[in-house]
């Protein structure tokens, strides 16, 4: 990934996931890197996709949640999971 946001290392979350943006018209597909964090009383969720694949700049994307906010996504992405 060039001009990376992001740093990866060995405590990166997901370090290739499967990425979409989607827009009127387009689509553009790559892989991304993926983090959680916790800042300031925050759980923050990081995602940044190679832009060396996408029309897109480079940038990354954060979702910043309260503590019930993350409980809420962990439990629905569990729930997803299962029934893979």
Known sequence: MPE???P???????DLA???AEGHG???ESHAVVDVATEDGQV???LEADGADTS???HADRLRL?????RTLAAA???AAEQL
């Open 8 to 14: 990866v290392n060995a405590y990166t979350t997901l």
């Open 77 to 79: 992405l569990d729930d």
């Open 56 to 58: 897109l700049d480079a």
């Open 4 to 6: 990376r946001v992001l």
């Open 44 to 46: 923050i969720l990081e």
């Open 18 to 20: 499967a990425y979409e």
């Open 26 to 28: 387009w689509l553009d």
């Open 66 to 70: 309260d503590a019930d906010d993350a």
